[in-house]
């Protein structure tokens, strides 16, 4: 039985508003100054985090008894993560956060954000480790960038021009509008070359499937799919109700089924995760003979759990896999998923869920290791403007599986290079190059690990501004929990 998650806001706006309303009608007057209009002081909003982290949160046990609710509120909650800062931990919170604005988490958890349209990293071109280059990883259609010529593998050195320090790349690259001086390799190091392009933010809406092809190489139909996050729809502020990247990947599938295709590469290397079910539905695509199978479980603490199982009955916490008229898992005994260390969380579920019902064979670096997953909460009468997404469960596969917070390590380690890469989907480029070679035999690409660049350290990336740092895995299967 899958838990009937639109009833869960419920549980939540009744207590919350409780609290609120209760704490609140002693100090003013309803009829005189609205309560919405009244700004929540920062022990409300602590008290409001502290409510909610002691039941849903996974670690609920691990809670302080005594909290120090003077702290404002971004850093009253992280008091509360456990074992944040134990390296040694490996299990321990590294993904829960919360943003000033519960609007703003759930746009960009929808995919909407305020954007040039282009995702970069960041690298050390100095031995000092203080100058940097950026390096384009992928540029969004339709969006500024891609109107300003930007396009993968472009390089840039400065920004208004300013040169990219350790000091300063973070505040010039916050800007709204921002002029790149582009750059160029000379004898393997980034250096300016003499063109400036200026591009200005706007709010833009990601479609996460940004790429699709099939390749024929002798009796091989292959398929490539670059997916860069788990989104079902165009965000709405009412929820995850529209369905148009899932039905997207759905029409490619049915293409891929038309054309015979009977191997497949995913490309989940800048995917960080995000909705569970736009998970489901790819996995659900894939999987072979997966009818009426567990795709994967939650793991609860033992407190919500508990009071689910009493609700709902046992096995609310568990999600098949979905008959898909398109999967195309009857054609495949395997499939290759191209990874890197910003492949995270729903990418790994799909990693893990597959993996009982056919060969996975992942293909790159070492992925995230995010084997939990969150819960939005936010206050349903907005008086509370913060929103958190605390990590509330284990998942598991049909195997129960679950102990991956290391990552998956690639079955064929190949580096993607810091600058000058290929663009997608041409078949020169290592990571894919690596999937045609071990699916067909024909090499398309210097030999696997033959990469110049490697010597170069990563700063940063854009990827990092992405929901959650860029490692989501968020049971949003209907609407996030108020």
Known sequence: MTIPLALRPALLVTLVSACLFTSCEKEYNPDTVPLSNLPATNQEVNNWILTNMRYYYLWNDKIPANTDTTLTPDKYFLSLLYDRNNSANRDRDRFSWIQASADELKASLGGQSKTTGMDYKLYYFDQARTTIAGSVIYVLPGSPAAAA?????????????????????????????????????????????NQTRQVTKVVFQEDPVLLDTVYTIGAKKIGYVVYNQFNPGVYKSSGPTDKT??????????EFKQQGVNELVLDFRYNPGGYVSSSNNLASLVGKNIAGKVYYTQLWNPKVTADYDKKYNPGWNTQNFITKATNIGGNLNRVFILTTGSTASASELVINGLRPFMTVTTIGNTTVGKNVGSITISDANGRIKWGMQPLTFKSANSQGFTDYPTGFAPAVEVREPAYAMKAFGDLSEPLLGEAIYQISGTRTTARRGVITNENFI?????????????????DMTDKPVK
């Open 458 to 474: 990563e700063a940063g990336s854009s990827l990092d501004q992405k929901a959650g740092g860029g490692n989501m895995f968020v």
């Open 245 to 254: 990247y899932d039905n997207k990947l759905d029409n490619v599938f049915g």
């Open 149 to 193: 010529g930007f396009k993968r593998g472009d390089i840039f050195t400065k920004v208004n021009g300013q040169a990219l320090t350790t000091d300063t790349y973070s505040s010039l690259l916050a800007g709204d509008v921002l002029t790149f001086t582009m750059g160029t390799l000379v004898n393997g190091v980034p250096t300016d070359a």
